[in-house]
């Protein structure tokens, strides 16, 4: 499933993409590189919630992996930005 979601992620179906890597991660599948492509295809399909758990997931498989630190950081630049725009 892990191939799959990427490949999805690669044709620009992130919806389907996350779904794939979800299914991977509860096979057991993932690792912090693949929670943080699931963080990624999850803000791109429109769920900035999932995308940060994935991400907050993978850091907790390695507090190191400096992609999903930035993918937090790129949500939270996101999320600053919808709430300057509300006001």
Do not use: I, K
Not at 45 to 74: F, I, K, V, W, Y
Request: charged fraction near 25%; proline fraction near 3%.
């Amino acid at each position: 499933f892990v191939e799959l979601g990427l490949a999805y992620a690669a044709l620009s179906r992130f919806g389907e993409a996350a779904d794939a890597l979800v299914e991977a991660g509860a096979r057991g599948e993932l690792t912090a590189e693949m929670l943080c492509e699931l963080g990624w295809a999850q803000w791109r399909a429109g769920r900035p919630e999932a995308a940060a758990a994935a991400a907050r997931d993978a850091l907790a498989l390695d507090p190191l992996h400096q992609p999903s630190r930035e993918l937090l950081s790129q949500l939270a630049l996101a999320q600053n930005r919808d709430d300057a725009v509300r006001r």
